[in-house]
Every structure is written in C-alpha cells, then in structure tokens.
C-alpha cells in the first residue's frame, strides 16, 4: 500500500470516528497527523509513520502537573520509588513503550508510544490502538490524581490532565 494510499485511508478512519485532524511538517516521516482534544478528554494523540519503517506509531506526552512534580518531591524515596515502579508496572501491563523525561527521578513529561504494524493495519486494528493510547493516557492522569489528591477515576473538578 502506498504511503499516500495509508495516510487517505486512516484520515477517513479518524474522520468518520468524528476526530479532527491536523497534517503535522515532520521531514522524519512518511506522514504525521496530529488528534487535538480526542474525544473530548483534552489529550493529543499523534500518529505517525517513520520513513522506511513498518509501523504506524501512535504517540504522547503527558506534562506532569506542576502541583504533582511538587507533591511527589517531597515524597520520601521508598514511597517514591514504589510509586514509579507500580506505574511502570501498570504500564508494562498496559502493552505500551514508554519513556520519563529528563530521568525516571526527575521526570516533568511521561512519553508513551504504541506502535500498529502496517502489514496487519485493518480499521479494527487501528481503532484498537488509537483507544489503547487514549486509555493509557487517562490512565497516568488518574493515577497521579489518585495519589496527590485522593480522587479515583474522572472527576467533575477539573484536572490537570483532561
């Protein structure tokens, strides 16, 4: 399939899923959309095929929250090491890649990638990857909800994080 075949064939997915789509300049790729707002839950979800590569990579970074960089500071570090190991653990199990950055210690962004084969890209597929990087996303927001401020799962006051 030719990449401008691929990229026709997912935007008519994202639109007839309702989704805005944005092409994104990006001289690394075969093509790059960006998803604002998905869903409404104020994430952003890039989608993007690396030149010469077999995958299409669905991809974000979530911002840590100022008052959770803060909040997890002043953890003690046994308490913080527990915390980012069952998040790297709930991570694992979620099937995704993921990355901290500047460092695990130190992080201000989470970066998450998931990647779907082209070869086995059917708009189940794709759909199925696209809610999986939403749902991660929700996930990470929740789970620094869940331990700065107590909260489970969404919420009617705002979040941080969608």
């Known amino acids: ?38 869903y409404g839950l104020k994430i952003s979800i890039d989608i993007a095929r690396p030149k010469n590569s077999p995958v ?17 500071s002043n953890l003690p570090e046994k308490e913080k090491a527990d915390f980012i190991f069952k998040l790297q653990e709930n ?15 130190t992080h ?24 999986l990087a939403r749902n991660t996303s929700l996930y990470i927001g929740w789970y620094y909800q869940n331990k700065f401020t107590g909260e489970v799962g969404p919420s009617s006051t705002p979040s941080a994080y969608g």
């Open 1 to 38: 399939m030719s990449t401008d075949s691929l990229e026709k064939k997912i935007t008519d997915w994202l639109f007839e899923e309702g989704l805005t789509v944005s092409k994104v300049q990006d001289d690394k790729t075969e093509f790059h959309l960006g998803l604002p707002n998905i």
């Open 56 to 72: 299409v990579i669905f991809g974000f970074g979530i911002k840590i929250a100022d008052q959770h960089k803060l909040a997890f």
């Open 91 to 105: 991570l694992l199990h979620f099937g995704v890649d993921f990355g901290f950055l500047p460092t695990v210690q």
């Open 108 to 131: 201000e962004v989470i970066q998450v990638t998931c990647p779907c084969y082209i070869e086995d890209l059917t708009r189940t597929s794709f759909l199925s990857t696209l809610k």
